[in-house]
């Protein structure tokens, strides 16, 4: 058993107020139990299933292939977005200019929606007109 007392002071309508504040922590009592009831054969006894959930959905985010947008920009968001490594950054790239369209990453749905928005603002204000999409995984 632990007890306490913290003394503070504070200024009320001009003058100092001093309050104390006494708390105590005991143990929790242990929990009870019931007795176990026989059964006379005549019951009907459920048999308790774990419950299993789904893993949630994952999206892909990916970026769309324009004519306009210079490929260092792709890398660079790629980089700074994707946290992926100059090298494999060059290689999602090229996946993107050669077949119109390639993964940055696989994310829960407001992670990559996230992800989209934020790759859209920056292609805005930077004046290139690159797209990026969230689709499920199947």
């Known amino acids: 058993m632990w007890r306490g007392c913290h003394q503070f002071q504070y200024i009320e309508h001009g003058r100092a107020v001093t309050d104390r504040i006494i708390f ?37 985010v990916v970026l769309l292939n324009d004519d306009y947008t210079p490929m260092e920009f792709v890398v660079v968001v790629i980089q700074e977005f994707f946290n992926k490594d100059r090298e494999t950054a ?31 603002e920056a292609a805005r204000q930077a004046g290139h007109p690159l797209q990026c999409v969230s689709e499920p995984v199947e």
Do not use: F, N
């Open 24 to 60: 105590m922590a005991t143990r929790k009592p242990p929990p009870t139990t019931k007795p176990i009831e026989r059964d006379d054969g005549g019951s009907v006894v459920l048999e308790r299933r774990p419950q299993r959930t789904q893993p949630p959905q994952m999206y892909q």
């Open 90 to 120: 060059t290689q999602i790239m090229l996946k993107i200019h050669l077949d119109g369209k390639g993964v940055c990453g696989v994310y829960s749905k407001d992670v990559a929606a996230t992800k989209v928005d934020q790759v859209t």
